[in-house]
């Protein structure tokens, strides 16, 4: 599975399928193909254990596609308190930014100060947040004047504006770092395999063996077995624990979070800003990704988890006029390209309902073990997520008898690593760029206002296990949020390609570029 030809290959995912079914037993069973799940299985895989990963739908399909693109310490979690939390975080961004240097690049965020305490006040936090990062600190953070604050955001509103503080942090493509990760946990002898829906556990006694799932494209139902089986399913966790369990209590309090993306016009330097306190409580992140900007988020309580939450309203109002308190030009609704929202995996405490405020709960992940064995992980954010799987699968040699091994993820070289400096858009697949290149439609453009080729299309079909227009466009690529109505205009010639590499009829075609204009509809205010 790891050559490519210029030749039509054929479908990669019977290979897949035929390796998932291939094993009686496999140590470690994880379902769940975000974050979390990703993460887990790299570590079983790099130690040696064979692993099985299951997804429902497609790789970092839910909040893992969602978030603001930062790798991060967790600056408001500082204002917490909430110490243990961002030292972990800042050695977890640390060692992302020597394990990925392709998809994790250093950001420089300024913080205006309008009041006269303001710059005092944060430039204490900020010179905590240094000191916690030790020697994997990005940068230190420093006192700006007014002058040089816009030499660096020339759009921040200039009246009141008396200066600033600049600090450092990571920024990544989070749904890239989901496909790298699925890269190289093949590359080490795991398995994966999407649109895979887990149905049922299978049940020896008391215990849990093993998942039922079915095959989405066949319709076909298989039955794994595992000496261990880990629920990674991030706000879906309550659905895997209640087939053990069917009145389990939901350990999980969703909370949705929103972001618009812009034209680069309105922050046109290499600067990120960083609102501290906005109405919320919440801080606000304008951010500089792809040639566009990235401005969030929100933190609204949800009942139920959805598989395409939709930003409401209020929550859109919110992000434009904070926004326009703090920049000048700002954008207004005629102006945002695509809106998106995700849906954050809050853990409830043991001894309460959740009632309250969802920026309360905790951002920690969790590990909880049922009575049967089955291992959930769910909590925690991107920039932790090897030590997420690292914590998850230490409990899952001791829960199964597996060997335990020492962790080598620390400083693992995840696929694709470079530290070639490529155009922005290219440098997401590290050492695999010069091959895609390489591939029929390379200098074929998808769309005019968008920065993806025909090659990347066919790359992400025959590598990537990409199996649908909205995969290409929303995950392998990043059109769907770059520009959400460019990217429905270019859906006829991605299902063209799709329907080219996978061997589908007009019909099929068709009907995959429908499915996608109403998905993406979703993503453009009206």
Known sequence: MSQVSASVPSDPRSARLQAALASQEWDIIVVGGGASGLGTAVEAATRGHSVLLLEGHDYAKGTSS????????GVRYLAQGNVSLVREALHERGLLRKNAPHLVRD???VVPAYDWWAGPFYGVGLKLY??????LNLGSSKYLDREQVLARVSTYQQDGLIGGILYFDGQFDDSRLA?????????FGGVALNYAPVTGLVQEGDKVRGVVWRDQETGQEHRSRAKV??????VWVDDIRRMEKPD????????????????KKFLPGDSAIMIPRTDDG???????WHDHVVIGTTDTPVPDASFEPRALDEEVEFILKTAQRYMDPAPTRADVRSVYAGLRPLVKAENTDGAGSTAALSRDHVIRISDGDLITLTGGKWTTYRRMGEDTVNRAEALAGLPERLSITPGLHLHGWSEEDRPDHWKVYGSDAERIQALPGADTSIHPELPYTEAELRWGVRMESARTVEDLLARRTRALLLNAQASIEAAPRVAAVLAEELGKDAAWRDAQVEDYRQLAEGYILR
């Open 179 to 187: 496909v790298t990760l699925l890269r190289t946990l093949e590359d």
């Open 66 to 73: 969602r978030s603001t693109k930062l790798v991060h310490g």
């Open 130 to 135: 240094d000191i916690l990062a030790g020697k």
């Open 282 to 288: 919440r801080v606000l992140f304008a951010v500089p």
């Open 229 to 234: 089986v880990v629920n990674a399913t991030g």
């Open 248 to 263: 389990a209590a939901p350990m999980l309090s969703p909370s949705q979070g929103v972001h618009i993306v812009v034209d």
């Open 107 to 109: 950001l420089g965020f």
